[in-house]
């Protein structure tokens, strides 16, 4: 059984920053794409930015130059660090890493549970 776990959101201020984490647990043999992406009132689920497992990041047009993801991988965790928020950016941000478990072998795509980021002033 493999879950993933995120914490970081919360309530800032315009310019602000914040840093996601999501952190994968159980019996995993590696890890491959990781990334971020948000859900606000009315919007499907969009992409924020991917990270491959050989460090390769893309970024939506929105977001670029102000956030950065990263990996650990002898954590299994990947990170949002976001900076200079703005009110645009209020959504509910949700990881997913396609992961390949120990135990079958088998790539599976999970998602956190989604963590709400909320800019306002």
């Known amino acids: 059984q493999v879950q993933l776990v995120e914490s970081g959101g919360g309530l800032v201020q315009p310019g602000g920053s914040l840093r996601l984490s999501c952190v994968a647990s159980g019996s995993i043999f590696s890890i491959n794409a990781m990334g971020w992406y948000l859900q606000g009132p009315g919007r499907q689920r969009e992409l924020v930015a991917t990270?491959?497992?050989?460090?390769?990041?893309d970024y939506a047009d929105s977001v670029k130059g102000r956030f950065t993801i990263s990996r650990d991988n002898a954590k299994n965790t990947v990170y949002l660090q976001m900076n200079s928020l703005k009110p645009e950016d209020t959504a509910v941000y949700y990881c997913k890493e396609d992961v390949i478990t120990r135990t079958t072998m088998t790539r599976f795509s999970l998602w956190g549970q989604g963590t709400q980021v909320t800019v306002s002033s």
């Open positions: 990270i491959t497992s050989g460090g390769s990041t």
